[in-house]
């Protein structure tokens, strides 16, 4: 079986809403929704702009195994994109896995696979961030804007515990 964490509140403001304030609550979605979104510009040339969300803790401490985060994007003009999992604060905090992503210009999935080692690096299950991040880097054309509309973070169930017989014992 799978657990899945959400996004559950918002680190900071570096992205905009289409609707309401919260960006948390306009990705958050079990089903996802590209009707309502968060959306990012690199305010200058060779800048950022980057958007974290706290992710939901999961049930049970993850098991052993891999994991996948999935999240729903498109981009309108031209810029770096890029989906993150970190642990902690983006400026201090430690990555644990980036991918460089090109949507197109109509919402599609993207997914970025973690394997067993990366997710053994992710000591704090209750601090795991989701990082969306724009970089504008080309003097011909002006900035793109970087559209989310869902993303989720699927990990293992907790571990078993296993019961041992010895002697006609449980324990």
């Known amino acids: 079986m799978t657990q899945y964490m959400r996004p559950c509140s918002d680190i900071n403001e570096g992205f905009e809403c289409s609707s309401g304030s919260s960006r948390y ?24 702009s980057w958007q974290a969300c706290l992710l939901s803790t999961p049930g049970a401490t993850p098991g052993s195994g891999t994991g996948t985060l999935r999240f729903r994007a498109a981009l309108l ?59 504008w880097h080309s003097k011909q054309t ?15 169930d907790g571990a078993t515990a296993t019961a041992g017989l010895e002697m006609g014992v449980m324990f």
């Open 25 to 48: 609550a306009l990705i958050d979605e079990e089903a996802y929704n590209d009707y309502d979104y968060i959306y990012g510009t690199a305010p200058d040339r060779y800048s950022i």
């Open 77 to 135: 003009g031209t810029a770096l994109c890029v989906g993150s999992i970190w642990v902690g604060d983006f400026e201090d905090g430690t990555e644990i896995k980036t991918k460089d992503v090109s949507p197109g210009s109509y919402f599609e999935e993207f997914t970025i696979p973690l394997t067993e080692e990366e997710m053994a690096n992710i000591t704090n299950w209750a601090d795991v961030r989701v990082v969306f991040l724009t970089y």
């Open 142 to 156: 002006s900035p793109g804007t970087f559209y989310v509309s869902w993303a989720q973070f699927e990990v293992p």
